[in-house]
């Protein structure tokens, strides 16, 4: 299965029923802009009975840079009045629309107020909040669902079939296609450092070395621990319900872990992950960071070993 098909499969019905009585602006909300951009295009495929929307000369995509600026919004209002060439309307596919600051916004809002018959707007954004009230208001939302494990892995086999480790890419993709992508990208060398910790930082001694390799590649620090947290969950479910771990290429693994990791020593150690995330979104000290997570996971380990 293509990305294109799993958004097709997932959203088709409910685009259909908008393109039955269309409107002239969208909001597709979702932090997966893989499926947001995928999402407009289906649309407009429905829209215009083309199945291929991507070189219409009708359809313009912005912003024009890495964020969506006056001069993007100043381009929507200024050519939105002019007859489509080609099409019965022009379609506007703005994507990353949260980037847009309040003037940005506000320009933008102009063209919604007051929009001309031959055009549509179509918002795509991770965070409907992030966008002024006036403009959630003049446009209809539209909120795709994030995907199964089987679709994603159907993706994955079709896209991505040299995939190291399947089932690790798709069950830290939580249900979306950019992640997805993210993780066949970025490898396994998060997961491979984690598993790698946890199998073998026994002692104090021990920590200075894996911090090291860590704040060497600070960068991917919140990359393990999504590694980090899949692993140590498996650790808990293989105990009572081995047929729900996710990480099924390593069950070898986890079943080796689970020896030293019970589920009480997960339970204990969850939060301290929960903390050095809150840590690093607030920007705080990448080395006391990790020394802090690394100490804190050995001496949950050490206080509940069996």
Known sequence: MTPYE??????????????????????????????????????????TGVSDVTALKDVYTLPFGDKVLISDADFITETAYIMPSGL?????????????????????????????????IILLCANEYAMLPTVRSRCRIIRPKAYSDDVLRSVLETEYPSCPNPSFAVAVSSGSLSRLKAAVEGGTESFDRALKMLMC?????????????????????????????????????????PELIKLKDNVMDIRELSASFSPNAVLKEMPILMRARKRINAGGNVNSIVDELLFSLLEEKAKCQK
């Open 6 to 47: 799993a958004v097709q499969q997932s959203v088709t019905e409910q685009l259909k029923l908008e393109a039955g009585q269309p409107g002239h602006s969208y909001m597709i909300v979702s932090p997966d802009t893989v499926t947001t951009e995928l999402c407009a295009q289906i649309f407009i495929s429905l829209l």
């Open 88 to 120: 019965s309307k022009k379609y506007f596919i703005v994507k990353s629309a949260e980037t847009a600051n309040e003037s940005a916004q506000n320009k933008l809002l102009k063209t919604l107020e007051e929009p001309p018959e031959t055009a549509v």
């Open 201 to 241: 930082m026994r002692k104090s001694s021990e920590i200075l070395q894996f911090a090291t390799e860590l704040i060497a590649r600070k960068e991917k620090l919140t990359e393990f621990l999504d590694a980090l947290e899949l692993i140590l969950r498996d650790c808990m479910v293989i105990a009572y319900r």
